[in-house]
């Protein structure tokens, strides 16, 4: 079958760094995406990877190993708008996107 | 202009009626599709079409239909409407060339 599986939540406080992991079964395999959604809207696209490796954007980070069907988001100097839920995408050959159920992060003062 | 449009933004219905929830979009992408979202869960993908000709059932099509009248435009029909099919639903478009997507703001169904 196909999955992903991520943690329900994750807590940190402002500042700090934090990881969200994302681990995958599939077929078809082509890539790794994050998206962000804030409650009460829509998802937005962080970042992609397809191949092995860091791929950094700004204070977001992702990590891919294809190897170990494995991904992370690293988020740091957190601040207070980074809370929102977070979901590991992935590339598939037979529904195009699956996404996992989301990591909902809160960030404290 | 917001790039992906969709209306209603909320709508509330009846069991057993017809509801059609439209999208446009203006990025000129090809790729267009349907996800719901249940509270507290990932996306789930109804229907996906890569360009007019082409329509493809997703995970949990039962119950739905669609239409992709043109490039822009992709609707999603239900029939006939359950409760369990209370859900907030998004469009989403892509170019396919790096696997992102641009969702719409949602439509908020509530279903009697």
């Known amino acids: 079958g196909q999955s992903l599986e991520q943690p329900s939540e994750v807590t940190a406080v402002e500042g700090a760094i934090v990881q969200i992991n994302c681990t995958y079964q599939?077929?078809?395999?082509?890539?790794l995406s994050w998206y962000q959604q804030h409650d009460g809207g829509a998802p937005t696209f962080l970042s992609y990877n397809a191949l092995d490796g860091l791929e950094e954007t700004g204070r977001f980070s992702s990590f891919l190993s294809r190897s170990d069907s494995y991904g992370y988001l690293l988020l740091q100097e957190l601040q207070m708008k980074d809370s929102a839920s977070y979901f590991c995408?992935?590339?598939?050959?037979?529904?195009?996107?699956?996404f996992g159920t989301g990591t909902r992060l809160k960030v404290l003062a | 202009d917001a790039d992906v449009t969709q209306t209603p933004r909320n709508r509330i219905t009846k069991t057993g009626k017809r509801i059609m929830l439209e999208c446009s979009q203006t990025?000129?992408?090809?790729?267009m599709y349907w996800y719901r979202q249940d509270p507290g869960l990932g996306l789930q993908l109804i229907y996906y079409?890569?360009?007019?000709?082409?329509?493809n059932k997703g995970e949990i099509s039962d119950g739905y239909s669609v239409s992709r009248q043109a490039q822009a435009k992709f609707s999603l029909s239900l029939e006939s409407a359950i409760p369990n099919q209370t859900a907030l639903y998004f469009c989403a478009t892509s170019d396919g060339r790096e696997e992102t997507q641009y969702f719409g703001p949602g439509t908020r169904l509530l279903v009697l």
């Open positions: 990025k000129g992408h090809d790729r």
């Open positions: 079409s890569f360009d007019v000709k082409d329509i």
């Open positions: 599939t077929s078809g395999f082509y890539g």
């Open positions: 995408a992935v590339g598939s050959g037979t529904y195009k996107y699956i």
